[in-house]
C-alpha cells in the first residue's frame, strides 16, 4: 500500500513562489498516475494538477495553467508542485493523490484516486 506525505507549504506573499513535494512509499510509485488538489476552507475541494505514469503527460485546471506545473523524480519517488505568481485565492491545504492502478493515466476526477496524503497548507498574504 503506497504511502503520501506532503511538504513544502508556507506562508508566501502574493506574486511569490512555493514548491511543494509529495514522498511516497513503495517501488510500484512509478506505475502510477498522480494528482495535486486543493480544499479551501468552506469549499469543495479542487482539482490542481495531475501527471501520467509516463512523466510527460500533464493537465492542469485552467486557472493553474501557466503558474503552476506539475512534475515527478520516480528515482526519488516524489512528485512536485512549482507554485508560481501566488494568489490570495490559492491559500488552500493542497493534498497529493495516487491512482494505484498500474500504467495509469492522469485524470481530474478526484474519486478515481485511491490514496491521499495528509495535506499541506498553503497560506498567500495579500
Known amino acids: 500500500q503506497v504511502q503520501l506525505v506532503e511538504s513544502g507549504g508556507g506562508l508566501v506573499q502574493a506574486g511569490g513562489s512555493l514548491r511543494l513535494s509529495c514522498a511516497a512509499s513503495?517501488?510500484?510509485?512509478?506505475?502510477?498516475?498522480m494528482g495535486w488538489f486543493r480544499q479551501a476552507p468552506g469549499k469543495a475541494r479542487e482539482f490542481v494538477a495531475t501527471?501520467?505514469?509516463?512523466?510527460?503527460?500533464?493537465y492542469y485546471a485552467d486557472s493553474m495553467k501557466g503558474r503552476f506545473t506539475i512534475s515527478r523524480d520516480n528515482v526519488k519517488n516524489t512528485v512536485y508542485l512549482q507554485m508560481n505568481s501566488l494568489k490570495p485565492e490559492d491559500t488552500a491545504v493542497y493534498y497529493c493523490?495516487?491512482?494505484?492502478?498500474?500504467?495509469?493515466?492522469?485524470?481530474?476526477?478526484?474519486?478515481?484516486?485511491?490514496?491521499w496524503g495528509q495535506g499541506t497548507q498553503v497560506t498567500v498574504s495579500s
Open positions: 493523490a495516487a491512482v494505484t492502478v498500474a500504467y495509469s493515466v492522469g485524470t481530474s476526477e478526484g474519486d478515481r484516486y485511491n490514496t
Open positions: 513503495g517501488r510500484t510509485f512509478r506505475k502510477y498516475a
Open positions: 501527471i501520467s505514469w509516463t512523466v510527460k503527460d500533464t
